[in-house]
């Protein structure tokens, strides 16, 4: 190699640099129109087109059924639920459903069906809305309902009956909360309840479910506290024995 072959075009070098430089400038004028481009694209995807009817961005569907990760129908959404493998329950329920690993409905919303005890549907005494929570057998331990037959009900069960019952009866005239014994006692063990006729009354009842004490106030009438013989049902007022 000869002496001017081993030398730098100074020149040379300094043009390539420029033109280098302007290539860079003239790419970050590019991308930056591109992400601009991007950005108003996004965004007009998000905003409602101003001749877009209020229905267009409804999403109608007539039900939705989502899985775990073993593929398991866990939450059902419908108009009805769609009838799907692994429920444990057939009946049809408009609204939401979830469904336990072993396939048993743990909670209803909507128009839920009858409560399951013991493993075994019954019937209501009335269509009802509401919510419901059942055990891991499916059978109902708890719930709130608005009867199509005007009543309302919020309960807390046993795993096999009825354990506490808050009520509006507006068809029987009357409002109160009932307390049942677990089994084998007598279902209701203490009332209270108030009627459209102007009674209050708190009631006692033994572990037969046989009425015991009971404290009433009728009307403007004086208060009573009777005292339930469980032979004879005979009653004595102890309150009327006592001088005002």
Request: with cysteine; proline share 6%; aromatic share 2%.
């Amino acid at each position: 190699m000869g002496p001017r072959e081993g030398c730098v075009n100074h020149d040379e070098v300094h043009n390539r640099i420029a033109h280098l430089e302007q290539r860079v400038r003239s790419l970050q004028v590019i991308s930056a129109v591109l992400v601009a481009a991007l950005v108003g694209v996004a965004c007009t995807g998000l905003r409602a087109s101003p001749r877009q009817s209020p229905e267009a961005s409804v999403l109608r569907a007539r039900g939705l059924v989502i899985v775990d990760a073993q593929g398991r129908p866990r939450v059902l959404l419908g108009a009805p639920i769609a009838d799907v493998a692994g429920r444990t329950r057939t009946d049809a329920v408009t609204g939401l459903v979830v469904v336990g690993e072993g396939g048993a409905d743990r909670v209803q919303v909507g128009n839920v069906g009858g409560p399951q005890v013991g493993g075994v549907v019954n019937a209501r005494i009335s269509a009802s809305a509401g919510i419901v929570v059942n055990d891991p057998k499916g059978n109902e331990r708890g719930g709130f309902g608005a009867f199509d037959d005007g009543r309302v009900v919020l309960g807390l069960d046993y795993p096999d009956r009825e354990a506490i019952i808050l009520a509006v009866l507006p068809q029987e005239g009357a409002a109160g909360i009932w307390l049942n014994g677990p089994a084998p006692q007598g279902r209701e063990r203490v009332g209270a309840v108030v009627t459209r006729e102007g009674q209050a009354l708190l009631k006692l009842a033994d572990l037969a479910g046989t009425e015991r004490v009971i404290l009433m106030v009728d009307g403007d009438s004086p208060a009573k506290l009777l005292l339930v013989d469980p032979k004879d049902k005979s009653m004595r007022d102890v309150l009327g024995r006592v001088a005002p």
